[in-house]
């Protein structure tokens, strides 16, 4: 089966701009995620979704960010406006029934905010 | 909350060395803990995983086993090859943290020839 599927791989963008990150999950997969890592630090959980329905956002930094999934396929990530701290990589994942241990990861996108 | 600690990088060994990465955990619950690597230019692949106390999880040479009384889950490979060189993430889940994963900040693992 085709894995998680991130785009663009690398991106970068000034200060103020917008950038929409993209994620296709795996066919079938009703769970998607989002996780970033951050200037080499930990990788966080960003938010949850299950099917179209946001499960838990609780991650998400700052109302700069917007995630969608609309009819519960791909899913974006977007930023808007991109600040300096805001630079990492985004994973995307997604999983099965109920979320259980078979994640599959993305092999994320790179963003740069210059 | 949830926290994973892993020993910080960058490791640096010879081939065929004995590796190990230290991983401590906080959870509430009782969580299911994890491996993870990411090869260069690849995405985060589970490496191994074990769900309750005593099990020990193993995949490509590598283990790891879950240690309740110590809340670690350290990484052991006995002999590493040049191929092994990556980033390794600990990680948890707990469903009583709805079930998302918390990661280590990753240690990167480098084998020399």
């Known amino acids: 089966e085709a894995g998680v599927t991130q785009f663009p791989s690398h991106s970068v963008i000034e200060k103020g701009q917008t950038v929409t990150l993209r994620c296709d999950p795996i066919s079938g997969h009703d769970n998607l995620y989002w996780y970033r890592r951050v200037m080499g630090k930990e990788i966080k959980f960003l938010l949850h979704f299950v099917k179209e329905s946001k499960q838990d956002e609780s991650g998400m930094p700052n109302n700069r960010f917007l995630a969608e999934r609309t009819g519960g396929t791909y899913s974006t990530l977007k930023v808007q406006p991109a600040e300096l701290e805001d630079s990492g990589v985004y994973f995307c994942?997604?999983?099965?029934?109920?979320?259980?241990?078979?994640?599959?990861f993305g092999s994320g996108t790179r963003l740069t905010v210059v | 909350g949830n926290s994973v600690t892993q020993m910080e990088g960058p490791v640096t060994l010879s081939e065929e060395a004995f590796l190990t990465i230290n991983c401590t955990y906080t959870?509430?619950?009782?969580?299911?803990l994890f491996w993870y690597v990411q090869y260069p230019g690849e995405g985060l692949q589970l490496l191994l995983k074990a769900t309750k106390a005593d099990d020990k999880g193993s995949n490509k040479g590598f283990e790891a086993t879950y240690r309740k009384e110590t809340t670690s889950f350290h990484l052991e490979k006995g002999s590493v090859q040049v191929s092994d060189s990556a980033v390794y993430f600990c990680a948890l889940r707990s469903k009583a943290a709805g079930n998302k994963l918390t990661f280590g900040g990753g240690t990167r693992v480098l084998v020399k020839p």
């Open positions: 994942a997604s999983s099965g029934d109920r979320g259980d241990y078979g994640y599959t």
């Open positions: 959870a509430t619950g009782y969580p299911s």
